[in-house]
């Protein structure tokens, strides 16, 4: 078998698509947390994440809901090429012909 690589933008774009998918549970999520998370610090492409399901309290305070799984990973310079031409992909195949 030949080997191949893939951009590792795209294993963002797929992570981040999967991460905010309605139809996963907590345990699929930092699954997939944890092995694009391995593959952004082992490459040097870790940028920090952002926390999607999340509610303002009264006080003004910021409270996560869930288990704290759903999560978008921020693309780095370098990645953000690739990262981008994933979105554009994905939202080329939604839209009806």
């Known amino acids: 078998m030949a080997r191949k690589t893939i951009e590792v933008g795209t294993l963002l774009g797929m992570a981040n698509h ?51 799984t759903r999560r978008a990973y921020f693309a780095c310079e370098s990645t953000v090429d690739a990262y981008q031409e994933f979105i554009r992909a994905k939202e080329l195949i939604g839209k009806p012909k």
């Open 18 to 68: 999967f991460l905010a998918s309605e139809n996963t549970n907590a345990d699929e999520r930092e699954s997939v947390a944890a092995y694009i998370e391995s593959v952004l610090h082992a490459t040097g492409n870790y940028a920090g994440f952002k926390y999607l399901e999340l509610k303002i309290r009264d006080d003004n305070t910021v409270e996560t809901l869930g288990a704290g």
